[in-house]
């Protein structure tokens, strides 16, 4: 099993930041790509940003420009740094990864509990 944990979260005046910390432990032998996503209230949940182990990442265009997603591969923990916050970005912050808990085995997806992000007007 793949456990993630995150961390950052909080409460934030629009045009803030906040910096998001999200640390798998347990069984892995490869993390593929790990990203955030978040789920507001009433809302569905929809991705941020996701990066691979190669470093490529990928964002939403509600983000682009404000948000940068980064990896440190060697303490398998992926960080969101979330800039010009805005009161939409006001939700729970989920982090993600796609991991192979042994050499045998296929990719699975792991998900965190969460953090909470409000921003105030």
């Known amino acids: 099993q793949v456990r993630l944990v995150e961390s950052g979260g909080g409460l934030v005046q629009s045009g803030g930041s906040l910096r998001l910390s999200c640390a798998a432990s347990?069984?892995?032998?490869?993390?593929?790509?790990m990203g955030w996503y978040r789920q507001a209230p009433g809302k569905q949940r929809e991705l941020v940003a996701t990066v691979t182990n190669g470093g490529l990442t990928h964002y939403a265009d509600s983000v682009k420009g404000r948000f940068t997603i980064s990896r440190d591969n060697a303490k398998n923990t992926v960080y969101l740094q979330m800039n010009s916050l805005e009161p939409e970005d006001t939700a729970a912050y989920v982090c993600?990864?796609?991991?192979?808990?042994?050499?045998?085995?296929?990719?699975?997806?792991?998900w965190g509990q969460g953090t909470q992000v409000t921003v105030s007007s």
């Open positions: 347990g069984s892995i032998f490869r993390i593929n790509t």
């Open positions: 993600n990864c796609n991991a192979n808990p042994s050499r045998l085995s296929v990719g699975f997806d792991y």
